[in-house]
């Protein structure tokens, strides 16, 4: 299983770490990401910067905090997180990283280039470990595969967020699918 780095923290801690995170997205729906500031989030949340910072050192860790919770919650929900590799798991990821990314980018307002480096970053870290984990427990080299697989699905699921007329997502999925177990069926 891929570890919570929430798991045993005081609930007080967890408590403060979730308004920031609320308040945070919240802004983000209202105004792009370079315009949020961190008075803006402490201000929303009702607690002051000495204790914002000292959860975050600053916005972009508290946007790398909350990509990777949302897309976490994303792949538990989907119980991807103690699955072993499989084509219906592979499909299920593909389908969460697309889903994912079609949300958040319809979720924020008019996301910038720096804005979405980031996610893409914090994004593909996960992916990697994922797929890592999962071709760790059938034991066979894990860097390069993954690293493909994690390319390919971020890739695509990229270019369908940003498509003006976006097919079906399920169809979209099926059609993308097999270009990314190519890559890894060999090594599963």
């Known amino acids: 299983m891929l570890p919570n780095s929430d798991e045993k923290l005081d609930p007080r801690v967890i408590r403060t770490r979730g308004l920031i995170l609320k ?9 792009n990401f370079e315009s949020v500031s961190v008075q803006d989030v402490t201000d929303k949340a009702q607690v002051n910067r000495a204790t914002f910072y000292a959860h975050f050192p ?23 997180n103690v699955c072993s590799y499989s084509q219906d798991n592979l499909r299920n990821l593909i389908l969460a990283v697309v889903e994912f990314l ?20 914090t994004i593909k870290k996960q992916i990697f470990d994922l797929l890592s984990y999962w071709l760790r427990k059938s034991n066979v080299p894990t860097e390069l595969p993954a690293t493909v697989a994690t390319w390919a699905i971020y890739g695509l699921a990229s270019h369908y967020s940003h498509m003006k007329k976006r097919p079906a997502l399920e ?9 990314v177990a190519v890559n890894l069926e060999q090594f599963a």
């Open 58 to 80: 600053d916005k972009y860790a508290l946007l790398d905090y909350s990509i990777q919770k949302m897309f976490m919650t994303e792949i538990e929900k989907r119980t991807l």
């Open 171 to 179: 169809k979209f999925v099926d059609e993308a699918f097999p270009l």
């Open 23 to 31: 308040s945070f997205e919240d802004l983000l729906a209202e105004k």
């Open 102 to 121: 079609s949300h958040l980018h319809t979720g924020c307002v008019q996301p910038h280039q720096q804005f979405e480096s980031l996610v893409e970053g």
